[in-house]
Nanobody, 125 residues
């Protein structure tokens, strides 16, 4: 029922910025959670920030707090991730994911059923 498409990835130097976008085909009636994850080569997938679309509540991983900001455009049904002061350790494939099964939105991949295709972010000198 729901499909997700990420865009906006690219290659930047340390200290640079990128803005990712997650396009959502439709929302369910309630409990809409859209969460950004990332997975670096050889590492586990980790949660970046979760967004409860209906309440607009957010929760950021400590590693990105103060540098990344999530926002939503309800008319366009997009969830954007503004990434500032990017560092090499931010290099990863970035995914958005969706679930409507929970009252609160988890920051762990195992709770999500619907995923976008991913967009690559590379930070290097």
């Amino acid at each position: 029922q729901v499909t997700l498409v990420e865009s906006g990835g690219g290659s930047v130097q340390p200290g640079g910025s990128l803005r990712l976008s997650c396009r959502v085909s439709t929302y369910s009636g309630r409990r809409n959670c859209v969460t950004w994850f990332r997975q670096a080569s050889g590492k586990d997938r980790e949660g970046v920030v979760t967004l409860a679309v209906d309440s607009r509540n957010t929760f950021y991983a400590d590693s990105v707090k103060g540098r990344f900001t999530v926002s939503q455009d309800d008319d366009k049904r997009t969830i954007d991730l503004q990434m500032n002061d990017l560092q090499p350790e931010d290099t990863a494939m970035y995914f958005c994911a969706f679930t409507d099964r929970y009252i609160g939105c988890p920051l762990f991949a195992k709770f999500y059923q619907i995923w976008g295709q991913g967009t690559q972010v590379t930070v290097s000198s």
